[in-house]
């Protein structure tokens, strides 16, 4: 039997031969196989390897948790991930989705026709979770510029911007967005120049890496402009009191003045609020306000810098003290103006009119009071009695020539000249001439004092307060609230003409308020001086429009606050009433205003000013192509419901950003709908969409979305019109990039 098998086997042999075939391997001819793997690195979620093998049809691999049963090798041939290998035998592979800080074993096998080989076992750790870390460090600051430098691990992306300390702080993708991009492998210091001086900033620096994002902010001031900064060190200091109100004004000794007390322009008075049951001002520290409430330097209209026609306060504050032996004042005082200009001053030693001393304190309600007048009413003597036998007598001089005495803050004058002389003190009371009767003790002078009128135009009636000292040593407190016998509050009816001759304005947030300062110079002096608080839709100039007091038209009004006239020998009022047309003669790049002032004594004044004005530069409206072609279209999702649309033309010329609010923060792209600018519901955020980077810019903007499912594509309308009326429309149909968000 044998030899019959090899007989066959060889005639087979043979026959194979005979047939000029190819011979082929028989298994035992099969070589075996080897595998081996080397590590290349990892990192928090994966480990990178390289496979190599010899005389291998196929190779797979296991990544098995460190402490793991080794498996057999049919198990790895059977269940593991098969490997790609190259013409060499080889393969480098990347193992994901593996958890941060974990020790790994990686196993695999190869194998041929007959023959199978087990690799050596690999042991890794991957890394741990990449941390964003980013911080920020402000190295310089002058009166326009500030530099900072930033460190950051695992950061992509670096975006800063700089906003006003008051404004809110925005989120990081808004920041990653809209601010400015710096390379995150810049080592110097980043500039940010074009600041304003003296001025509260924040810088916010926001950062994306290792799918993660950070925000950091830094508050900083720049420094006084050394063009802009005015120092003080006064001479003189003078003050009055009544009720919480402690009035008080520096200057330097002036030779050519009987008192020795110059009023000039670099006459500072300050309207200070302390506790009223002191008679004299306490020390402390007084913010400036807005305000008639204790510790503060009110920031109405009798706190200015310059006697006549004075520059109001913005902010700052006055540091008060008091020696305890001497009873001498000091004052430290860093004021910042509304001009700009900021104001350092101080002052040490006594106080005229405003001892430090014990006195008798008098309180009294008067009630009644009657008056005379002379000089075509410029000269008051006021008379006033309570029922306890206390009277007053005031030798006022008026704020202006009227049939009635003007309200103002009428303070002592020791000038030795009449009244009829002394046309420069109006706002004043006589001393030699005014006196006080205390009740059972007899007639005293006024040492100090300042009387305190108002006046009720629709009650048409007084309110009246008075602070001061006698002689012994006497403080008097008074009020007065009713009619006063001879004078009539009567609204007048007078319309005053007034053409203006120059005009000069400031920007503020974002150009979207104009302070607008118009004057009527007659002689080299201001014989009027008009202050317009402007506000409407951000733009490069004041739009033209009509604006009225306190509320808006198509967002445009005066603010209520800031706006007043200022009359040559009167002093200054707020609007009871006011408003402005404003008109462009864009060829001219000009102006013409035409106003409405009414003040409180029913007088209205109808002012106008033609001409250019400094501080404001008009730029002709580009004409705008009738078509445009819209080539950019992409969206991000910030958070929630909230989207950016970004959208821009071939050249990159017209660029918009909508920010969207679509009402469905579980939608991975822009929810169909029409969106216009509005606070509330599906709609576009009027403050953080821009035009060509500018926000605010939208006067009226409407955008149609309609989102095709099925496509994963958008029909796109909007409508907007900008704050200079230029318009620009849009037709689209196709993909919006980034949306959906996959």
Not at 59 to 86: C, F, H, K, Q, S
Not at 488 to 501: F, G, K, N, P
Not at 692 to 701: I, R, V
Request: aromatic fraction near 12%; glycine fraction near 6%; hydrophobic fraction near 35%.
């Amino acid at each position: 039997m044998k030899k019959f098998t090899f007989l066959a086997l060889a005639a087979l042999s043979f026959g194979l031969l005979s047939c000029d075939k190819e011979p082929v391997n028989t298994p035992a001819e099969e070589v075996q196989p080897t595998i081996a793997l080397e590590k290349v690195g990892e990192t928090a979620n994966t480990v990178t390897f390289t496979i190599k093998t010899t005389d291998a049809q196929e190779a797979r691999y296991m990544v098995l948790e460190d402490g793991a049963d080794t498996p057999a090798l049919d198990t790895i041939l059977n269940e593991g991930v098969e490997v790609a290998l190259d013409e060499n035998g080889s393969s480098t592979v990347t193992a994901e989705g593996l958890e941060a800080e974990t020790e790994y074993m990686v196993v695999a096998a190869a194998r041929n026709i007959t023959k199978r080989a087990g690799s050596n076992t690999l042991y890794v750790t991957t890394a741990s979770e990449a941390a964003l870390a980013l911080s920020v460090e402000i190295v310089q600051v002058t009166h326009e510029s500030m530099n900072f430098r930033f460190n950051h691990s695992n950061a992509t992306k670096i975006a800063y911007l700089v906003l006003y300390a008051d404004k809110t702080t925005p989120d990081v993708q808004y920041v990653l967005l809209n601010g400015q991009e710096v390379d995150v492998n810049n080592k110097e210091s980043v500039e940010v120049a074009d600041l304003e001086n003296s001025k509260a900033y924040k810088l916010v620096v926001a950062a994306e890496g290792a799918g993660q994002t950070t925000l950091v902010e830094e508050a900083f001031q720049t420094e006084d402009d050394p063009d802009q900064v005015i120092t003080h060190n006064y001479t003189r200091a003078r003050g009055t009191k009544y009720g919480s109100s402690y009035f008080m004004m520096f200057s330097y000794e002036d030779a050519n003045e009987a008192d020795n007390f110059a009023y000039n322009e670099k006459t500072l008075s300050l309207d200070f609020y302390g506790d009223p049951d002191k008679d004299y001002l306490p020390a402390g520290t007084y913010e400036v306000k807005e305000s008639t409430e204790p510790d503060c330097v009110s920031s109405y209209r009798y706190s200015t810098y310059g006697y006549d026609n004075g520059v109001q306060l913005k902010s700052g504050q006055a540091v008060v003290a008091i020696d305890p032996e001497t009873k001498a004042y000091s004052f430290d005082i860093d004021l910042f103006l509304k001009d700009g200009r900021h104001l350092k001053a101080t002052y040490s030693g006594d106080v005229d009119n405003m001892p430090v001393i014990d006195i008798t304190t008098v309180t009294t309600n008067f009630t009644k009071a009657s008056a005379t007048t002379s000089n075509n009413g410029s000269s008051w003597v006021l008379n006033l009695e309570d029922e306890t036998g206390n009277k007053a007598k005031f030798d006022v001089c008026n704020a202006f020539a009227a049939p009635y005495l003007a309200e103002n803050t009428y303070v002592i004058s020791t000038s030795t000249e009449t009244l009829s002389t002394r046309a420069a003190e109006a706002g004043q009371f006589d001393a030699e001439t005014s006196s006080f009767v205390v009740a059972g003790e007899g007639e005293f002078k006024f040492l100090t004092g300042s009387l305190h009128v108002s006046i009720d135009w629709q009650a048409q009636k007084y309110m009246l307060t008075f602070y001061g000292t006698l002689t012994d040593n006497y403080v008097i407190e008074a009020e007065y609230d009713g009619t006063i016998e001879s004078i009539s509050l009567a609204q007048s009816e007078e319309i005053i003409d007034v053409m203006l001759t120059g005009a000069s304005a400031s920007a503020y947030d974002n150009n979207t308020n104009w302070y607008v300062t118009f004057v009527q110079n007659v002689d080299g002096a201001d014989a009027y001086r008009v202050v317009l608080d402007f506000y409407c839709p951000s733009s490069e100039y004041l739009l033209a429009g009509y604006y009225r007091l306190g509320n808006s038209v198509d967002g445009r009004y005066l603010g209520v606050d800031a706006t007043s006239i200022r009359v040559a020998g009167e002093g200054q009022y707020s609007a009871v009433d006011a408003n402005a047309s404003v008109s462009i003669d864009m060829a001219a790049k000009s102006y013409t205003f035409d106003i409405s002032f009414k003040i409180q004594d029913g007088r209205t004044f109808k002012l106008a000013y033609v001409g250019e004005v400094s501080g404001m530069t008009i730029t002709e409206t580009e004409d705008v192509p009738d078509a445009i072609e819209w080539t950019t279209f992409v969206a991000r999702k910030w958070y929630s419901d909230n989207w950016n649309l970004n959208v821009a033309d071939a050249d990159g010329k017209y660029v918009f950003d909508f920010d969207l609010r679509t009402g469905d923060s579980s939608a991975n792209y822009i929810s169909s709908g029409t969106y216009t600018i509005g606070e509330q519901g599906q709609r576009i955020d009027y403050n953080y969409s821009k035009f060509n980077g500018n926000s605010k810019a939208f006067k009226e903007a409407t955008l149609v979305l309609v989102y095709h499912e099925d496509t994963m594509t958008y029909d796109v309308e909007f409508d907007v019109t900008l704050s200079d009326d230029t318009n620009f429309k849009c037709s689209y149909s196709g993909a919006i990039e980034n949306s959906p968000a996959l």
